[in-house]
């Protein structure tokens, strides 16, 4: 809930701030209280201020001289930011200040280290443990093949894209380039043949 707080326009108490709690808050000239307003035109126990997390509510308790908001005079109504609210002829604004929202910043991920392997091979930057085979020409980050994506093109070419610039990616120099990947349709084909040769030996 936004902050509310009745601003005293008038009288002795002029420049005081009362500022309200959520839920009831009774105002008037006696000592119980929650507010004690030093004003003649005010009765003992005056009105209610009820405050919400969506609104601000005056409920008058049978006052003698009435309470007014902006010159009309309420027995339940709602006031609103800049409204004044009169308790006889103690006037006071109602001053509501938006609720301050801080959001903490996120954390940065911490950025991938690239390593090399016992043998003093580059290590893939996702996976430490498998040999890099590509390069992305502009992070520099090296891969294995199965981080890289491919993008076939028309005539049967292929390019490979880093996955974190899509940059091209090239074989890493003095590191044999990975075998180019066949279609599903090479693959089945592939297995078609090996159980036709099975089925054959086994005649």
């Given at each position: 809930?936004?902050?509310?707080r009745?601003?005293?326009?008038?009288?002795?108490?002029?420049?005081?701030?009362?500022?309200?709690?959520?839920?009831?808050?009774?105002?008037?000239?006696?000592e119980?209280n929650?507010?004690?307003?030093?004003?003649?035109?005010v009765?003992a126990?005056?009105c209610?201020?009820?405050?919400?997390?969506?609104?601000?509510?005056?409920?008058?308790?049978?006052?003698?001289?009435g309470?007014?908001?902006?010159?009309?005079?309420?027995?339940?109504?709602e006031?609103?930011?800049?409204?004044?609210?009169?308790?006889?002829?103690?006037?006071?604004?109602?001053?509501?200040?938006?609720?301050?929202?801080?959001?903490p910043?996120?954390?940065?991920?911490?950025?991938?280290v690239?390593?090399?392997?016992?043998?003093?091979?580059?290590?893939?930057?996702?996976?430490?443990g498998?040999?890099?085979?590509?390069k992305?020409?502009?992070?520099?980050?090296?891969?294995?093949?199965?981080?890289?994506r491919?993008?076939?093109?028309?005539?049967?070419?292929?390019?490979?894209f880093?996955?974190?610039?899509?940059?091209?990616?090239?074989?890493?120099?003095?590191?044999?380039?990975?075998p180019?990947?066949?279609?599903?349709?090479s693959?089945l084909?592939?297995?078609?043949?090996?159980?036709f040769?099975?089925?054959?030996?086994?005649?």
């Amino acid at each position: 809930m936004a902050t509310a707080r009745l601003i005293i326009l008038n009288g002795a108490q002029k420049g005081d701030e009362l500022e309200l709690q959520r839920g009831s808050n009774f105002l008037g000239r006696a000592e119980a209280n929650d507010f004690v307003l030093n004003d003649v035109t005010v009765s003992a126990r005056h009105c209610e201020v009820i405050v919400t997390d969506f609104s601000v509510r005056v409920r008058d308790l049978g006052s003698t001289n009435g309470t007014w908001i902006d010159n009309r005079r309420v027995l339940d109504a709602e006031i609103r930011n800049g409204q004044v609210l009169m308790l006889g002829s103690m006037e006071m604004r109602l001053s509501v200040l938006p609720a301050e929202i801080s959001i903490p910043p996120l954390p940065k991920p911490a950025e991938p280290v690239q390593t090399t392997l016992d043998d003093g091979r580059p290590a893939c930057i996702n996976h430490p443990g498998i040999e890099a085979v590509l390069k992305c020409t502009q992070c520099g980050r090296m891969y294995c093949e199965a981080c890289v994506r491919e993008l076939h093109l028309v005539g049967g070419k292929s390019r490979l894209f880093c996955p974190a610039c899509s940059g091209s990616c090239q074989p890493v120099t003095g590191v044999a380039a990975p075998p180019k990947r066949k279609s599903f349709a090479s693959r089945l084909l592939d297995t078609i043949k090996i159980q036709f040769k099975k089925n054959k030996q086994g005649n």
